[in-house]
């Protein structure tokens, strides 16, 4: 697989995010990721989904929504009509994780997992087969602009050597020019503040792509 870059939009300036969007894929985005937090699961409250459907219809790259939520299977059917073709759930905001998975299988959509930096990665292990991406989470979730965790660095490794290869393991949360390097194992990386804090959207993605290898 070929290194792909998946800018956050929650780091893009709110008053203009589909143009925002628009310029991040010129730019060289593989994927956009949507981060939805619900103020429960953490603090924060971002986009719901009348916002992806809205922009579903500015560009035809894949749309990773990454569901920060308390209670994920209560949101699936909205996201998965708005237009995701991804939906990624926590580990630990679900009581019954492989049934979770399933039901965003059902729906026709890729199905991610995401850990956060404390969370031990063996509940993978019980259920191949029904999820095509994980999320390590490089930062405690719920706001960008936070350093990397560096013990996110073995979790990668780890991981790498447990899924099947076709699964893509995808870094969020602290991608930079330096962090990105540290990352082996990784298919995917998710950059906010990075991408959208630079004022050359093309120069950053490129860097991160170059740096990752
Ligand atoms: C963190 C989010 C990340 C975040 C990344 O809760 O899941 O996607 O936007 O932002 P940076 O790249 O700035 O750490
Ligand atoms: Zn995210």
């Not at 509940?123 to 989470?137: E, N, P, Q, S, T």
């Amino acid at each position: 697989m070929s290194i792909k870059i998946c800018p956050s939009m929650l780091s893009a300036d709110p008053t203009k995010l589909g143009r925002e969007l628009m310029d991040v894929e010129n730019a060289g985005a593989n994927a956009i990721h949507w981060d939805i937090m619900d103020g429960n699961f953490v603090e924060a409250i971002t986009f719901g989904s009348r916002v992806i459907s809205a922009h579903r219809k500015l560009t035809a790259l894949r749309f990773d929504v990454h569901l920060m939520v308390r209670n994920p299977d209560s949101h699936l059917e909205n996201f998965a009509m708005a237009g995701a073709d991804a939906i990624i759930i926590h580990a630990e905001a679900c009581d019954h994780l492989h049934r979770t998975l399933s039901r965003i299988k059902n729906f026709g959509k890729k199905a991610g997992i995401a850990f956060n930096p404390a969370t031990p990665i063996d509940a993978v292990k019980y259920c191949f087969g029904i999820f095509d991406v994980i999320l390590i989470m490089g930062v405690n979730p719920g706001s960008s602009g936070q350093t990397f965790i560096e013990s996110s660095v073995k979790k990668i490794s780890e991981m790498r050597q447990i899924v099947p290869a076709h699964v893509e393991i995808c870094v969020d949360g602290g991608i930079t020019a330096e962090t990105v390097g540290k990352c082996a194992g990784a298919d995917s990386f998710v950059s906010g503040s990075y991408i959208f804090g630079s004022n050359n959207y093309s120069l950053a993605i490129e860097t991160l792509r170059i740096n990752s290898r």
